[in-house]
């Protein structure tokens, strides 16, 4: 009966610490890279080779070699994307837009809830209505009690400074222009 020989590969023979620097190192590039946008499989693969490019060239030279030859990982993942910048990122676009949206809309009513408070330290019997700084066209009305014991109630109205805000952002981050710089290739006749 004929055992198979166990061949040590590069990465079996990597300390624990040594392999956790490549790692933290895969890490980072991915991280990098969703910064970037790139998708996630796309990401994956990319991590996933420069970790096994790291080991290969760790059992050779050592992880601090390697590391160092391979040079700055934010720079590395620019590199590896620059084809990708050429797009229109919709949805990336989409997805800052949303988080200006959200973003926008609770920093609104953090605001409102200061001035209702405001209104209420007052003292004040009488419905106060007023807008908030920087929320052009918003408008806050705020029904105090009766008889300083009750419930309150308030009224908001955001006005279109966060819809602004989030298409402003979608068209900052998505850059549709790019779409439209693109010509189709022309066809050569021989």
Partial sequence: MNVPTQQSTPSTDLSIID????????????????????PRKRRKDLAVELRSNLSAA????GVGEALKRVGSLRSLAADATTD???????NAGATMAMT????????????????????????TTEPVSS????????????NPPQDNRGPFSFELSTGPLPLVLAAVTFVTVARPWRALGRRPAQA???
């Fill in 188 to 190: 050569t006749i021989v």
């Fill in 131 to 142: 807008g908030l700084f920087p929320f052009f066209g918003s408008n806050i009305t705020v």
């Fill in 19 to 38: 392999r956790t620097r490549i790692r933290w190192a895969g890490t980072r590039y991915d991280f990098w890279l969703d910064l970037r946008f790139v």
């Fill in 100 to 123: 200006a949206l959200v973003l926008s809309g609770l920093v609104f009513l953090v605001l409102s809830l200061y001035y209702a408070e405001g209104v209420l330290d007052s003292g």
């Fill in 84 to 90: 990708d910048a050429k797009h229109v990122r919709w």
């Fill in 58 to 61: 760790a059992g050779r030279h």
